[in-house]
């Protein structure tokens, strides 16, 4: 089944403890992005991939590193977690267009729940 | 600054009557929108993508207008239903790989 799988589902840390949240598409797509998801906010962008070894910010990506050294694999890392970073987080895939944008409708992940004590 | 807006109030509609959701932007010169459909507690799942150049777009019950001179995108579900019920959002693409949603409408339909 085409799929874009995150683990955890649920997680609870404390503030300051590092933290992945692992992400892994089976679809062969170039282009991957994490979303947090908060209240009356909408989904915003923390960073996007368009292909292995290249990475770029979105709009909100303080606090958040991320690595794509697999086609498949796209991590979120938390080097040091605060409580405002609790949040729901999606991992998103997409084909690339052929004009190389993202013309293709979005295959998001279950969701990732974090909460920061 | 630029903003997507999309109705902050929730839609309750009667079964079997259409559903008309808008999706209203300021400050973009959209490539494409796209709206999807989220259920509590799960991922967004695509429904349809509009380009600028297309002022409509079909997929069974459902239907999308994109309007630049307005800076507007209407979504439709015609002959709504209860499995309808949920949150949809609305999704500019600018260009590339910069994409910016909505934060939903949540939508109910009645039985």
């Known amino acids: 089944e085409a799929q874009v799988t995150q683990n955890p589902r649920y997680l609870i840390t404390v503030t300051g403890k590092k933290l992945t949240v692992t992400c892994s598409q089976n679809m062969n797509h170039e282009y991957m992005s994490w979303y947090r998801q908060d209240p009356g906010l909408g989904l915003r962008q923390i960073y996007y991939s368009m292909n292995v070894e290249v990475t770029d910010k979105g709009d909100v990506p303080e606090g958040y590193k991320v690595s794509r050294k697999e086609k498949r694999n796209f991590p979120l890392i938390l080097e040091s977690p605060s409580p405002n970073q609790t949040s729901l987080y999606f991992c998103a895939s997409s084909l690339v267009g052929d004009r190389g944008d993202s013309s293709y409708g979005y295959t998001f992940g279950s969701g990732t729940r974090l909460t920061v004590v | ?111």
């Open chain 2, 1 to 111: 600054s630029q903003k997507i807006e999309q109705n902050s109030e929730a839609l309750n509609i009667q079964e079997g009557k259409t559903a008309t959701l808008t999706c209203n932007y300021t400050n973009y010169s959209p490539a494409y929108l796209q709206w999807y459909r989220q259920d509590p507690g799960r991922g967004p799942v695509f429904l349809l993508l509009i380009r600028e150049n297309e002022k409509e777009k079909r997929k069974e019950r459902l239907k999308v207008t994109f309007d630049t001179t307005l800076k507007q995108s209407l979504f439709h579900i015609t002959a709504s239903q209860p499995a309808d019920s949920a949150t949809y959002l609305c999704a500019l693409l600018t260009g590339g790989f910069k994409t910016i949603f909505g934060a939903g409408t949540r939508l109910f339909v009645k039985a």
